[in-house]
């Protein structure tokens, strides 16, 4: 498949509509040529077949280099539209992990593990650079409480978390949305999560 898009696609001087409409033309004059010798001569008939020949092969040619861009197209787009569906899964994944450490959730290290993966795979650099400010904070946070049973957030700790998280979640709605129609502060964000 790949050798026949590159014949139809990579080479200026090989275009299908080129190439189809030149074999059709030959095919056309043939025909023209086998009319026009029949009414004035009658012996123009044989011309009739090869030209007929030719214009279906030209027909025939141009369908198929139409099947093959709309399914390439189609393709591309099936792709792109799964790997939205999967970034779109682990976003939310993140989120719920991310929000479960914030607000005191119990922490699981394999999960955290796993994520941390999926994120290093799936996210785009802004959501990477989020996300690693988040996990300096989180850290940061949980060092100041080393000595703690009950790790509490000071409000100002819980505020500069939940900003990191903001940040995090604008990445990944910028990363999930094509256009700025969808664009919505960082302080709206929180707020619908934080009720604030």
Known sequence: MAN???WFWDDEELQPEGFCASIGLVGLVLVLLGLGFVWTTGWGKDLFVPGATLLTVALTAW???RAVVKWTEQRERDRQAAE???REEVYEQLVTFMLGRITGGAY???LDKQLRAKAAVWGSAQIIGALANWQTQMTAVLDNHAHEERKIMTEDEGKTMRDALG????????????SNKNAVSRSEILKSIFNQ
């Open 63 to 65: 369908v198929a280099s």
């Open 167 to 178: 940040r995090a979640l604008e990445a990944m709605r910028k990363d999930l949305s094509s």
């Open 108 to 110: 699981d290290e394999e």
């Open 84 to 86: 939205y569906k999967h």
């Open 4 to 6: 026949l898009k590159s």
